[in-house]
């Protein structure tokens, strides 16, 4: 049997479209929200899969949940609700709807006033699932006697639940790789960094990583990682039988409308593979450094540094601490319509109009080193290195300074005293990188007390933070920083002239922020640990609580 959808010349076979189905499918290609050839490839997915077909365009990435759910809302007549705006943990503390009935049906209650409860329904228009939840509800709760069904994307349904009772172990009906969008879904809308799926003996817990700490955000059964790792194994084009060996690569995918670049590593451990996923916005706006945090001074002598013809500038920081932020903020400061600007980064987080970008995805094809021999034959006035690591790149970079270019790079070192050391172990010559490097830039980042409540906690923030800030030192070096450098870069003689100069250090610039009540000085000991009786004594702010 064959039947024709009023959809172009669209043939499905076999398989009817409900009515309701076909009217969605006509509302789509008329608000040009998917094309013809997108719903042929649907309609195809369904015979094999047998899933909604309402499912499958969401998985494809053709359209928004929360787009279709509004037009599934308008069809039906039934209102629509964005449950991100909702913290529903309150109403389960009062209101004892059973979480296994919530998940079995895709519901969940989001707003209750006196004797009316407004429930959020992935399918409110199911007869059987309103009725069973109905019935329960008048129940147990007599007091209630208005029951109001909203439609809900039913990823946030399930992530809303996953709130109320984050280390229940997640038995519901959906499928692995449903239970994997909901989480990628809602690190997005929480501005996850890093999402960690970590596998021990009994589950599979996965946390999220908010303004730098990680936070518990559910627990899944174990019988459910095989999949979701495949699937994302699958995703970032790596090899699915290999389980004894790290792997790493990336995926694109398109979430509430932003483009999000999502690189997976994976990792063997005792009880199966560990998997980290980065989450990077393509169309997150590139920041000045007065945004970003740094004081006037340091960015006004940032900015005279990258205006140099040549040099060399080092940004210093752990891990994490926003590094590669802070030089495609320098970057984007300069003109490259008059300036050639070249870079080597592992990997490439944004894309900056003008500049010439280089991914170096795997070290034994192209090296740093490899990948500035060849820049330097591109005719560059600047380049930036993503991280001198080892001797042949720090050699190809001075090599670079000294024939009159502009290269900026970072180190791992504790401050901005310990960059001319790590330099020369890293084998440079005292000599010519006294004449080379033109400035140095530490940089922590620490989180930012909630402007609402003050690090009381509130719906707004987490714990009583909300995002984060810089802290910074910086020095300029001139000809007695270079005699320095030239004997042999003495960390005392260094940070002597550097008080004598009256450059600014990290606790100077993360106290100004206490007092100004950004952040705390809890938070400035987590970051920075504590400070050192030196400083202790000869620093009185160091007193403000």
């Known amino acids: 049997m064959i039947i024709y959808i009023d959809i172009k010349n669209v043939l499905i076979l076999n398989k009817k479209l409900t009515y309701t189905e076909e009217q969605l499918m ?12 997108q719903i042929e490839v649907a309609l195809s997915d369904r015979l094999e899969t047998q899933h909604p077909i309402e499912q499958i365009i969401v998985d494809l990435g053709y359209i928004c949940p929360i787009i279709l759910q509004k037009l599934k809302s308008e069809i039906s007549g039934l209102p629509c609700v964005d449950l991100s705006r909702y913290q529903i ?4 503390s009062t209101f004892p709807l059973p979480l296994h009935l919530c998940l079995e049906y895709k519901a969940c209650p989001f707003q209750q006033d006196g004797e009316t409860l407004w429930v959020a329904m992935s399918d409110p228009e199911n007869i059987k699932s309103v009725d069973q939840i109905r019935h329960y509800i008048y129940q147990t709760q007599p007091h209630i006697s208005t029951l109001h069904f909203y439609h809900a994307d039913d990823r946030q349904i399930m992530m809303q639940l996953q709130t109320v009772s984050p280390e229940q172990r997640l038995t519901a009906s959906d499928s692995p790789l449903v239970l994997l969008e909901h989480i990628i879904e809602e690190a997005v809308r929480k501005s996850v960094s890093d ?5 021990d003996q009994r589950d599979i817990t996965v946390r999220f990583r908010i303004d730098g700490l990680l936070k518990t955000a559910c627990v899944l059964h174990p019988s459910k990682w095989s999949q979701i790792l495949n699937r994302l194994k699958v995703c970032a084009n790596l090899d699915i039988a290999e389980t004894r060996r790290p792997q790493s690569g990336h995926f694109l995918k398109t979430i509430y409308a932003h483009d999000i670049d999502i690189r997976v590593s994976t990792h063997p451990t005792l009880y199966g593979e560990n998997a980290v996923l980065r989450l990077l916005d393509k169309a997150k706006r590139i920041l000045s450094l007065d945004e970003l945090g740094f004081p006037a001074v340091l960015a006004s002598n940032v900015r005279c540094m990258t205006k140099a013809p040549q040099g060399l500038i080092i940004l210093t920081g752990p891990t994490g601490a926003g590094k590669t932020t802070t030089l495609y903020a320098l970057l984007s400061a300069m003109n490259p319509e008059s300036r050639n600007m070249m870079t080597l980064e592992a990997p490439i987080e944004s894309v900056l109009p003008g500049i010439r970008q280089t991914e170096i995805r795997d070290h034994r094809q192209l090296t740093y080193a490899d990948g500035v021999r060849s820049l330097l034959r591109q005719d560059p006035d600047v380049i930036l290195i993503g991280e001198m690591r080892d001797e042949e790149t720090a050699r190809m970079a001075l090599r670079a300074v000294l024939t009159g270019h502009l290269v900026l790079s970072t180190l791992h070192t504790q401050d901005v005293l310990g960059v001319p050391g790590r330099l020369l172990d890293l084998g440079l010559s005292p000599v010519l990188l006294a004449g080379a490097l033109q400035g140095v830039i530490a940089q922590r980042l620490v989180r930012c007390l909630c402007q609402t409540c003050y ?13 984060r800030t810089v802290i910074a030192e910086h020095l300029v070096f001139d000809d007695e920083f270079n005699d320095i450098i030239t004997n042999g870069g003495d960390r005392s003689a260094l940070s002597a002239l550097r008080k004598k100069r009256m450059f600014p250090t990290l606790w100077d610039h993360g106290l100004e922020l206490v007092e100004k009540r950004i952040t705390t000085r809890e938070e400035l000991i987590r970051v920075l640990g504590m400070p050192s009786p030196t400083i202790e004594s000869n620093d009185s702010a160091l007193s403000i609580p």
């Open 26 to 37: 006509h509302i789509l290609v008329q608000r040009h929200l998917i094309t013809h050839d």
């Open 89 to 92: 943990t309150d109403i389960f």
């Open 195 to 199: 999402i960690h799926f970590q596998p």
């Open 455 to 467: 690090g009381e906690g509130c719906t707004q923030c987490t714990e009583g933070f909300k995002g």
